[in-house]
């Protein structure tokens, strides 16, 4: 990239990140310091607020960057990333946002323990809960990494090393000073931006093609070297049947696990009532819905406009075929509306990457705090205590993702994100449907139902191609893979479901029958809800 791409990108980075951090400053000095108003930010926001702030946390880098990355070059099959994300929403709608805003209080493990011996379950849930951020935490930084290495010209490892960094150490600022206030307005901010650059982006496509889509289809087979199997499925997963099955995994894992989201459900968490969470689900649809479509243009576009080979040559993984369009629809390189809307785009993106870190990181380090540490302290002794460790742990987060993202950062976001979903799908999912609905559930029940899919999901990654035994693995050049598939939910999903069924079926504890009709009614009334 020209050296007015850079200095263009980096001011726009600059700027965002000092309105972001100035935020932030302005949040830390005027609040008091409780539980409440560092996990929930006081419960003090309006639906539309939340709605804006649900989709910004939820518009990841894996959105903008990595399924158009994913469609740009394979066409059809990419889009199952924007269908199963956008799907995914209808169970958090119907099954989950409402229920647990009356149940729990900051975490999900909130929602379990209204039934069962907190300590147990508070340790497993929160187990899972960290683990499930920190995958979705390293997607952030690899397209962090990806977006800066090609603004600096694609070769400079430093640069994309220190970008990982940069970004861990801006997100540990966010949380640990403003808390859940501060992440909530950076995340609302980031939506309008997100949704003004993917708007202007699309708009430019079209008018690119005169407003035809079959031209920009027909164009961007013609580009993809694939030709009409380009506009067909089975590019990438139907090869044969490991492929096909790895398409099944992959769709159960994304439509069911934002329902497991420790940073999404705590959003549930921020408004007053539960009508108010609901009303946040349906205006974070309606902007999810809008910006998922605009994704399939942009990832079409990109292999029209720039060519599939070209995507390639600069992201193996397809992250930054979205900073190529637009360089591309601005005039191309050296032309000066090619360098404003290169950078305007990577300036959104890293906005998007910034935002997003802060929100898991928060929902996390909150897991870490008020259920790990909590559930060894005594409560009176709790609420002052929580916050300030939930500001350790989300250094100590940091930290993690930090190093995960440096080891991870050749693979497409797109693709991390579907394990982190895998994961909360398998070990979140089932054991706050269990909880919420079954009426015989039991504490073993829920502590094997989380072991039983995070274990089995997180063994099956490490045994799958994506750690070893193909060029594309974090370790290619040793082999140990034994599970053929990609995304471990076709396997891990109903084993999470089985293991809290057996575990319930051989519970020497009889079910809490006034436990669970007062959460039952406390769930679908709200009555007694914090």
């Not at 920190?134 to 977006?147: E, F, I, R, T």
């Amino acid at each position: 990239m020209s050296g007015n791409h850079q200095t263009l990108a980096l001011l726009l980075f600059s700027a965002f990140i000092a309105v972001t951090l100035g935020i932030t400053s302005w949040v830390s000095h005027n609040r008091h310091g409780s539980a409440e108003e560092f996990y929930v930010g006081g419960r003090l926001f309006s639906p539309m607020e939340n709605g804006f702030a649900i989709a910004g946390d939820y518009m990841s880098a894996a959105s903008f960057l990595g399924i158009s990355g994913l469609i740009a070059l394979f066409g059809y099959d990419g889009m199952l990333y924007s269908v199963g994300f956008l799907v995914a929403w209808l169970v958090v709608l119907f099954l989950v946002a409402e229920l647990v805003r009356n149940c729990g209080r900051f975490t999900l493990a909130d929602v379990i323990a209204s039934r069962m011996r907190e300590r147990p379950v508070r340790i497993a849930s929160g187990t899972s809960s960290v683990t499930v951020s920190l995958l979705y935490l390293v997607a952030q930084m690899v397209g962090a990494g990806s977006l800066v290495a090609l603004l600096l010209g694609g070769t400079s490892e430093a640069a994309r090393s220190w970008t990982v960094i940069g970004v861990g150490a801006l997100m540990v600022i966010y949380v640990s000073l403003g808390g859940m206030r501060a992440t909530t307005w950076i995340q609302i901010v980031k939506a309008v931006l997100l949704m003004a650059g993917a708007i202007v982006m699309t708009v430019l496509v079209l008018t690119r093609f005169h407003g035809d889509f079959n031209q920009l289809l027909n164009t961007a087979a013609e580009r993809s070297g694939h030709g009409k199997d380009f506009l067909s499925p089975g590019l990438k997963y139907g090869g044969n049947w490991t492929a096909r099955l790895d398409f099944i995994s992959l769709g159960l894992a994304l439509v069911l696990g934002t329902a497991g989201l420790p940073h999404i459900l705590a959003r549930f968490y921020t408004v007053p009532t539960a009508r108010a969470a609901r009303r946040s689900v349906v205006w974070s649809i309606g902007l999810i819905g809008s910006f998922y479509l605009m994704t399939i243009v942009l990832g079409f576009g990109a292999a029209a406009v720039v060519g599939t080979d070209e995507v390639r040559k600069s992201s193996a993984a397809g992250n930054t075929a979205v900073p190529l369009l637009a360089l591309n629809l601005g005039g191309g390189a050296g032309s000066t509306g090619g360098t404003v809307l290169f950078a305007v785009v990577a300036a959104v993106a890293f906005a998007t990457i910034l935002a997003v870190v802060a929100g898991i990181t928060l929902a996390s380090s909150a897991s870490v705090a008020h259920d790990l540490y909590a559930s060894l302290r005594r409560r009176h002794a709790r609420q002052r205590s929580e916050v300030a460790v939930a500001r350790l742990a989300a250094a100590g987060i940091g930290v993690a993702a930090i190093a995960l993202g440096l080891l991870a950062r050749d693979l497409n976001v797109a693709f991390l994100v579907g394990l982190a979903f895998a994961v909360a799908a398998s070990a979140n999912l089932p054991v706050l449907l269990y909880s919420l609905f079954w009426r015989n559930f039991t504490t073993r029940g829920a502590v094997w139902s989380v072991y039983g899919g995070l274990i089995p999901a997180m063994l099956l990654v490490v045994l799958s191609p994506v750690v070893s035994g193909s060029p594309e693995a974090l370790f290619p050049g040793v082999d140990f893979h034994v599970f053929p598939l990609q995304n471990p939910g076709l396997v891990s999903i109903p084993l999470g479901f089985l293991a809290g069924w057996i575990g319930t079926a051989t519970s020497a504890e009889p079910p809490d029958a006034a436990r669970h009709a007062e959460t039952e009614v406390r769930a679908l009334t709200g009555a007694g809800a914090v």
